[in-house]
């Protein structure tokens, strides 16, 4: 059996049962990543002697029944801008390459307490800029359903790893569709959670406004067991919700019936891949054979989302990233002769073009004379997009759209061309300024092969809607069943 | 002396305009936004942690003690609190801001229009209040005995300040200091600052401007930065007011810029322009939600106020029947009214026990007696016990050695002689001695009288009872 292939839930089962110990299953995942890896490249760092020492630990409570949560004994992955103390926390970045947090971020404590076993830090774009994974200073991830084209970004080390199996599931951060781009890019589920679900404390922050943490996972059952865990209220993060936790596993079926789901006209304008909108719409009517009710709607801003997301994010990032200045940790440029130049030196050499282009336009942004032409502007234009979003979920229980414009593209394809690359989170950014929890899902594949996801994004801490009417689909379709030829 | 200080008083027809920007240290345990330790003087960098360094992914979380100190500030101060309040990123690269932004309020401020009325020269004036907001403290670069190098300690960073911003109804240096004088003693009644200059617990920036008097529009203005004293701020302001004359007298025009007081020199001197001056990007900070503070709250704050100074002033000229300026010397410091209240409780002589807090303890750092054993003393001259004149000598023995005063008394033989016997054989020794005063006094040189007392206190040691002496001297010189 090939143990690194099972969903957590299945494993889980397996781990009940005694069929299996939790050392196999990391072994499993471990020498998948031997095999694999120098092909997808997904991971900054594989902790193989803790995961291993973690796994027989557990074993211990496992062979006499003890299970904290379903996550018990399972290996996953950690996007590598979550901190995890001892361990290094790159953002994929020179400028934190040698920096290991003296702390554990929420999730990761979480997850701790959870049982699950950690097998490495996943690449990502630098600092999380970027649609594609191109943007690490390390490495350049593929898609493992076509090694010749991206994962998807920031998130693409995460999706790659649970597409390719190197890990049964794992926690992306999402700004402005992070997790459920490279979701879709790799065929699996993503889920960006309600904004203050989960907690953001020890996640470098990009977006503060925007960033969510939320899992990846290889069907829409483990979503629902990840989410489960990583929930819940943090006195850290002031924008933490306060609201009871929520078992989005024990209440998850596949009944779709009466449901009423909006399609927005914005999202299905002419220039969206035909490949695209017919993988969306069969799903669409697949809900509808199931029993739900389909409507057209209108999200009228939607046309200034792209533009009103790289003035706020870039606003927030370009203030975030202000502590990298070289003084207390992380990189140092060796040759400055003065503070200024030592700043100066230790930035232009720390940060990769794109993080650095995204500080210009931040800063731009903010400055006096500009703020109210910028930043106000598109506060005042991120209401509306709210008011879009409230308006809409008086009529219908979730909205449905492509994750993406195209499937994956290919490595290289986009890199110059900045203004290409941003519009590859043209349908996912308005979850993120409306704090609106958004899902991806597999839901079908292009004549290349090449995975597709759609979008159901719900009311504030609907999350349950989002993975309930996922699962129905999933059980209809059984689309999370293929798997790539690796 | 400098060119500037030499200025005449004849080119004096311009008009000081002044605005204060104070910021106090709020009393709090843990800093404003995580529970490291706020206390004074710790090893460098010994009070930290993740989230004062700004370790990557860590977040603030506001502190409720500092809204609530903010709050007894403002509804001292009469400002409006504003039900919503926020905080934004003021953003600057300095090696002691962990961040690279400072945590502050801009847009939306803790509280607004205010006012605080001062007194100088005995005419009260009305200073209003601009604003009070939070934000975090700075950490402090370390250079002294350092070669080559600067070292950074952070215990500061985080820790809570409270700016009060003025409006600019300051005219003179005078002006500043009284007003800089009651904020303090406002602050300090409520307890939520310790009124320290010295170690930058109450620190006070200057704008000043002056323009010809009768003009409305301001001049332009110079900012005076982290002056530590009370008399620092008078004489840089006084100063910069004069520097500013001759500069316009002599045809030439002020630059916008901050400037630092040179203690050693006594001038101010240019640290940057405007044109070097930040751009600090402000925003609105979205790790922190919006503050909220419900009209319960409000109430709850305004319920825990103390007595501040001026209603005390008022209630002790009313129920002590003392002069207003006794009752303003008394609250001026909250201590020293504490004390006179509590030894107005045990005795019935008010304005004598105001006489010896004004003449001796005012300036006492710490009040090294007793309301008892003050009041005891007072009490010992009443009853005649001892002279006016003893009560200074045991006066100074209570402070140095913390006995009472009849302890003292008794011990050292000061009780006063009030028996005619034991005074008439004083009266008669000095008379005895001094035949030719006796003869002048006799023949109409009644003045000589005072030297006859002071003859028989001198050789009383002080303790025959005046009254006495006065009576029976009279009677011998008299009737010989």
Known sequence: MKLYALTIHQAHQLLRKKEITSRELVESVLSRIDQVEPKIAAFNQVQKESSLKEGEMLDQKISRGMFKSPLTGIPVGLKDNICFQGVPTTCSSRILENFIPPYDAAV?????????????????????????????????????????RIPGGSSGGSAAAVA????????????????????????????????????????????????????????????????????????????SSARPSEDYLGSLHPEVKGLKIGIPKEYFIKGIDPEIEKSVMGAVNKWKDLGAEVYEITLPHTAYAVATYYILATAEASSNLERYDGVKYGFRA???????????????????????????????????????AYYKKAQQVRTLFIQDFKEAFKKVDAIVTPTTPTPAFKIGEKVHDPLQMYLSDIFTISANLAGIPALSLPCGFSKEGLPIGVQIMGRYFEESTLLNMAYAFEQASGIHNKKPNL | MTRYQCIRREFMKYEAVIGLEVHAQMLTHSKIFCGCSTSFGSKPNSQTCPVCLGMPGVLPVLNKKVVEFAMRTALATHCTISPLNRFARKNYFYPDLPKGYQISQYELPLAEHGHIDIQVDGVEKRIRLTRIHLEEDAGKNLHEGIEDASYIDLNRTGVPLMEIVSEPDIRSSEEAVAY?????????????????????????????????????????????????????????????????????????????????????????????SKESAHDYRY???????PVKIHSDWVEEIQKTLPELPDAKKERFIKDYQIPPYDASVLTQNKKIAFYFEECASLYHRPKAISNWIMGDLLNEEEIPISPRQLTGMIELIDKGVISGKIAKTVFEE???????????????????????????????????????????????????????????????????????????LLKRLKNP
Not at chain 1, 347 to 354: H, I, T, Y
């Open chain 2, 180 to 272: 800089l004088k009651k904020l303090r003693n406002i602050l300090v009644y409520l307890e939520v600052n310790d009124g320290n200059l010295e170690e930058g617990s109450f620190r006070c920036d200057a704008n000043v401007s002056i323009r010809p008097v009768g003009q409305e529009k301001f001049g332009t203005r110079t900012e005076l930065k982290n002056i530590n004293s009370f008399r620092f701020i008078q004489k840089a302001i006084d100063y910069e007011i004069k520097r500013q004359e001759m500069v316009l007298e002599e045809g030439g025009r002020i630059i916008q810029e901050t400037r630092l007081w040179d203690t050693q020199k006594g001038i101010t001197v240019s640290m940057r």
């Open chain 1, 164 to 239: 390719a199996d190197e890990c049964m599931g794992a926690l992306g951060s999402d700004t402005g569709g992070s997790i459920r781009q490279p979701a879709a890019c790799c065929g699996v589920v993503g889920l960006k959670p309600t904004y203050g679900l989960v907690s953001r404390y020890g996640l470098v922050a990009f977006a503060s406004s925007l960033d969510q943490i939320g899992p990846i996972a290889k069907d829409v059952t483990d979503a629902a067991i990840l989410l489960n865990e990583i929930s819940g209220h943090d006195l850290r993060d002031s924008t």
């Open chain 2, 283 to 289: 925003f609105p900070e979205p790790d922190l939600v």
């Open chain 2, 398 to 472: 209570m402070l140095r050695t913390k006995k009472d005063a009849r302890t003292i008394v008794e011990e050292k033989g000061l009780l006063q002689v009030s028996d005619d016997e034991a005074i008439l054989s004083f009266v008669d020794q000095v008379l005895n001695a001094n035949p030719e005063s006796v003869e002048q006094y006799r023949s109409g040189k009644e003045r000589l009288l005072g030297f006859f007392v002071g003859q028989v206190m001198k050789i009383s040691s002080g303790k025959a009872n005046p009254g006495k002496v006065n009576e029976l």
């Open chain 1, 108 to 148: 990761v404590e979480k997850l701790k307490e959870a049982e699950a076993v950690f097998v490495g830090k996943t690449n990502m774009d630098e600092f999380a800029m970027g649609s594609s994974t191109e943007n690490s200073a390390f490495k350049k991830t593929r898609n493992p359903w076509d090694l010749d």
């Open chain 1, 334 to 372: 060796s040759d400055g002769k003065n503070l200024n130049e030592m700043y100066e030196k230790t930035r232009a050499e720390g940060f990769g073009p794109e993080v650095k282009r995204r500080i210009m336009l931040g800063t731009y942004a903010l400055s006096s004379g500009y703020y109210d």
